[in-house]
DNA sequence: CAACTGTACTAACCGTAATAGTACAGTTAC
DNA sequence: GTAACTGTACTATTACGGTTAGTACAGTTG
């Protein structure tokens, strides 16, 4: 369900995180499906109940999922639009990577040829 | 010379490259132009020497500065145009932010317009 | 009651950032 | 040559975050 890398940069906690919205926005996870158990996933994965429960503390308080204690966690009934509002907030990572970029002498030609890459339209000889 | 933040999670090190760097693509810095010597600085910024050797010694493997024992760190020949080329490759983190915004819901239109903000083609009222 | 769930807590280990202090070699100007 | 600067190297220490380890407690389910 999830592929870790031990030896990236990127805290095992927040892999799990980022993979788990991932899927939620695949469609992958619906609303009220039920997370692995703070236990198995541990085992699953090779590492500590701790660093699950970490990621797991995480995406309760993003409002990605719902910890119930005694049931266990499950995806929240508005993740999708959760993270969705969270996208639009992002444009501002996308506006200050193109102004570095751009002071580097990158071209805006080259910057929307690569957003158009990312929406299936390279090169237009298609 | 630079505003470091000793709170922020990037490490002072980077800081003091990043910035350095930003100067010299602004062309307040320019080739042969000495940089403060580590001692100087490192009393200037309230930080320790080592602290800005690791930076100077980030960015002379860069080839944005040339160390020179004895005589100081100089701005590099050709450091522009190796922030330049390193630009180009970037590109690939501009392609990873937009696929990943794409998959939230953020629309090919939200993206190439911020692009333009970033070249002051805003809204074309102007 | 038994087996599961999430949660809380302490202790320990490790890597990295940063500080502190010392030392050495090259350069420059007097 | 000496003094004052330059970069560089090295060890030791502190601090913090990520991770592991182990234990414990409360709620849920059958």
New binding site residues.
Partial sequence: MFQID?LSRI????QIAEQTEKLILLGLLLPGDP??????LSVEL??????I??A??EL?SRGTIC???????FISKDAKAVLEKRAKQRLGQLYTLCESLKLAGVTMEEMTDTVRQVFGKGDGNT
């Fill in positions: 031990p805290p095992i906690y927040e997370m692995p158990s703070v236990r198995s090779g590492t500590n109940p701790n660093t429960q970490k797991y503390s309760d910890s119930v204690p005694g049931k266990g966690c």
